[in-house]
């Protein structure tokens, strides 16, 4: 088996290293006894303790125990990772070891599906790769590399590769399952069926539809899609081919900070929810929110549904062969093509307060409120008790549309195995290329709110002092009002990646050396345009209701000012290496030792800024402000025996970067240290399962434009976060319990407020009454926890309201399975 996983030498993946060995239960097996075969993001396929990086695996059988909510949610159970699952289905925070969550999404960490990215920018804004990504019964194993060489097996990626690979149908077997939410609102369906069609040819073919209010009290149904993939393989002497296909259609609501009421102090602060609004279980969504009417991208006149949430559609198709030319020599070329689209509408409070004050800020002193949807429209409203509390929230709805995030991958390699002297070789070299698009309107609208749960949230319009209404239909502004009426947005950007890459890796007895390259360099070309400062005014009126007046709403319109597009055309460049060797002290330790540097494109999040030219696309200052650094140098030691796994890593991580703020533009050079331990154990006797994990880290600002932040602890990184299953597993049962945690940490660099420490205890339960027949019950948030993953102020404002975002509360999903 070593011998041939070493053809695969790449980040590509073992589960497409050879047909004959796919992962499917054999894999999960494989795993159980720690002889599990890593091939993401190394030079050749090796065990975890003759590697000399950091990887963790989840296999089929816990992700199908876990029944993780959503990808993030499961990637929370790795070790190192640092997940803001609280989103919901996408729009995902995801770091790695101490190196900052600065923007949305996954800056330093490649999401991945069999080899190969989902999109090859992990953070672009508002289109996340883990948008893209749903965890079904298709998934054999998810494997993640946490620094080392992920800088030189991936684009993009210097902090971390997470792989979700596919079943292949190699071993035949299959099954259906029905859920259903018992104390909230989800109906899902999952199924997956693969097997041999002849002695060289297998198929597998899997995929989920699920439907509901799901597990926040929206008030309509926001959870309604699936998706199925598909891929079927034929072997051949010397080597295989496979066909891969991947049909995602689905939607979510997409859960952003809200109201929380914050007293105590900063360092001490009690966080607790709004009556009438519970921020585990409800949100701003609600089924009398009205269609945003605004402008689309042609500025024609246009609505759009805020229910629509996160909509993502993706098409996607991949070939991948492996053939050997003799010699030792083997060849391997990994494509897809992904049609991606899809829209981001999400209510976003720009604040909360006492409803007289938001209101007297809208229309002046003296202003009255009155009900413009739900069952009191066009009444009045007493501002001291409205929604139950007598707040209001003021909200912009960010209605992004992701015309296209189109995505086409190449990974092709060359390896070769050979002998000399008392040792052994491995050589790869290969070349990656993609082209990812990044076209997206952004049409924002801006309007006033109850604060309400239950999905009963309305909104209400202002009068001024003389009765005059200054808001229409609840909408105070035809865009961004409350941020200055910025962010009228279209990009249309398109971004080559092209990467030479090598790599060898030397086995002298118990010691092996490796070493590898890349080189990433690429172009960016395209237009954005936008309602922003040195693109023209932004504003017009626009007679939305044909009434043929102006109202003070409609005199607020954001409009592109499609004449005064700006090019983006520029060039870049950079260097990766790492370097690293493990020793077996014995059969069953060994100790590594790693450094690493890598880079990342910060593409979209870079534009509109000074970092590109505004004259002619180019970068005045270099290449600097569209490329983020990291330097890392770790070192572990790594103990299997038995049923007993052991695993500790100490590390270090330089970042250097440059980012930029959507609202107003304000561009940021920040560096960043952080150290730490990784710790990461499993312990299995009889029937009874322990695994765990912790990473405790120092991380600190070295250097930024704002001198004030430099010496504090980047935002939302916590000293310590943890994770920790338990599990007995009998022929006629399995019970287990999971628990994902972290101390405190603070809201924004300031330093100033915290976000209090939380831990969330899952627990799961499945009878096998019968033979192929399996009952279960998963609890998500068990105890029903809260927990904050992030705010947006510094410190506790005057009026003690504070937009954070929570975890979801309890859920319980009962299932049945039948096992084919």
């Known amino acids: 088996m070593r011998l041939r996983t070493a053809l695969c030498a790449s980040v590509a993946l073992c589960g497409m290293m050879s047909p004959a060995l796919a992962q499917d239960s054999a894999a999960e097996a494989a795993q159980a006894e720690n002889n599990e075969i890593i091939v993401t993001a190394v030079a050749r396929g090796q065990n975890r303790v003759e590697s000399s990086v950091s990887v963790s695996t989840i296999g089929a059988d816990t992700i199908a125990n876990l029944a993780a909510p959503s990808s993030a949610d499961l990637i929370r159970q790795i070790p190192g990772i640092r997940s803001e699952a609280s989103g919901g289905e996408g729009n995902a925070n995801i770091a790695v ?70 079943k292949t149908g190699a071993v035949e077997g299959g099954a259906i399952q029905g859920s259903v939410g018992l104390d909230f609102e989800s109906y899902r369906l999952d199924f997956d069926y693969g097997a041999p069609l ?21 008030g309509y149904n926001g959870y309604d899609g699936g998706q199925i993939k ?54 701003l969504y609600s089924p009398f929110l009205t269609p945003a009417v605004t402008l689309d991208g042609s500025n024609n006149p246009t609505s759009f549904d805020f229910r629509d949430g996160l909509s993502v559609q993706s098409i996607a198709f991949g070939i991948e062969s492996e053939i050997d030319v ?104 290969g070349f990656y290329m993609s082209r990812q698009d990044i076209n997206t309107d952004w049409l924002w609208t801006s309007h006033v709110q109850t604060v309400e749960g239950d999905g009963n949230a309305v909104l209400v319009d202002i009068r001024d002092a ?25 990009y249309d950007v398109a971004y080559s990646t092209y990467a030479p890459f090598a790599s060898l890796s030397v086995e002298l007895n118990r010691l092996t050396i490796d070493a590898s390259i890349r080189y990433d360099y690429g172009d960016a070309s395209g237009t954005i345009t936008g309602a922003d400062s040195g693109f023209g005014i932004g504003l017009t009126s626009f007679d939305f209701d044909n009434d043929g007046d102006i109202s003070p709403a409609e005199a607020q319109t954001s409009v592109l000012p499609l004449g005064n597009a700006r ?36 593409a979209d999040r870079s534009l509109f800024s000074p970092a590109v030219s505004a004259v002619d696309g180019s970068l005045p200052g270099g290449d600097a402000g569209v490329i983020a650094r990291v330097n890392q140098l770790e070192a572990g030691l790594k103990y299997q025996s038995g049923g007993l796994a052991l695993y500790a890593t100490g590390f270090y991580a330089e970042t250097a970067e440059t980012n930029v703020d959507i609202a107003p533009v304000v561009l940021f050079d920040t560096e960043f240290e952080a150290y730490g331990i990784e710790l990461e154990g499993a312990y299995r006797s009889g029937p009874f399962t322990l695994s765990a994990g912790a990473t405790w880290t120092d991380a600190e600002i070295v250097d930024a434009l704002d001198t004030s932040v430099i010496g504090n602890t980047p935002r939302r990184q916590a000293d310590l976060v943890y994770q920790a299953t338990a599990q007995y597993d009998t022929d006629m049962f399995t019970l287990g319990a999971n628990m994902v945690g972290t101390t405190d940490s603070f809201t924004q660099d300031v330093n100033q407020l915290e976000l209090p420490a939380f831990a969330q205890v899952n627990a799961f339960l499945a009878v096998r009454p019968i033979d192929r027949i399996e009952i279960g019950l998963n609890a998500q948030n068990l105890f029903n926890a809260t927990g904050f993953t992030e705010a947006e102020e510094g410190s506790i404002p005057a009026n003690g309201i504070v937009r954070a975002r929570s975890i979801a509360g309890r859920t319980v999903l009962a299932s049945v399975r039948f096992d084919f």
């Open 466 to 490: 003389g009765g005059e209404l200054v808001t229409q239909n609840g909408t105070v502004g035809f865009g961004a009002s409350f941020f200055g009426n910025c962010c009228r947005r279209n």
């Open 567 to 602: 090019p983006v055309n520029y060039d870049f460049d950079y260097f990766s290496f790492s370097l690293g060797a493990n020793y077996l002290l014995t059969d069953d330790l060994g100790v590594f030792a790693r450094y690493s540097q890598g880079g990342r494109h910060t």
């Open 230 to 283: 598909a891929n079927i393989t034929k072997e051949f002497d010397g080597g295989y081919v496979r066909f891969l296909a991947k049909y995602l259609d689905d939607r979510t609501p997409t859960i952003l900070p809200q109201p929380v009421s914050v007293g105590g102090t900063n360092g001490d602060p009690d966080y607790r929810a709004i009556p009438g609004f519970d921020p585990r279980t409800d949100s």
């Open 198 to 218: 002849a002695e060289d040819l297998y198929f597998h073919v899997g995929g989920f539809y699920r439907t509901g209010e799901g597990p926040r009290d929206i």
């Open 326 to 429: 003799g010699g030792g020599w083997t060849l391997t070329n990994r494509f897809r093509f992904s049609d991606n689209s899809g829209s981001f509408q999400s209510p976003f409070p720009a604040g909360a307060g006492a409803a007289q004050d938001i209101a007297n800020g809208i229309g002046g002193a003296g202003s009255t409120i009155e009900f413009a949807t739900g069952p009191n429209s066009g009444g009045l409203a007493n501002a001291a008790n409205i929604g139950g509390n007598g707040l209001l929230a003021n909200v912009v709805v960010f209605n992004v549309r992701l015309n296209s995030l189109d995505n086409v991958t190449n990974d092709f390699r060359v390896n070769k195995e050979f002998d000399f002297g008392g040792g052994t070789a491995n050589f790869t070299t």
């Open 97 to 166: 070891r101490g190196i900052p969550v600065s923007t949305g999404g996954a800056r330093y960490i490649q999401l991945q599906e069999d080899g190969l990215p989902i999109l090859e920018f992990g953070d672009i804004v508002f289109g996340n790769a883990d948008n893209f990504l749903r965890v079904d019964r298709s998934v054999a194993r998810v494997e993640a590399v946490r620094g080392g060489s992920a800088s030189t097996f991936a684009s993009n990626a210097p902090g971390a590769v997470i792989n979700f690979i596919s």
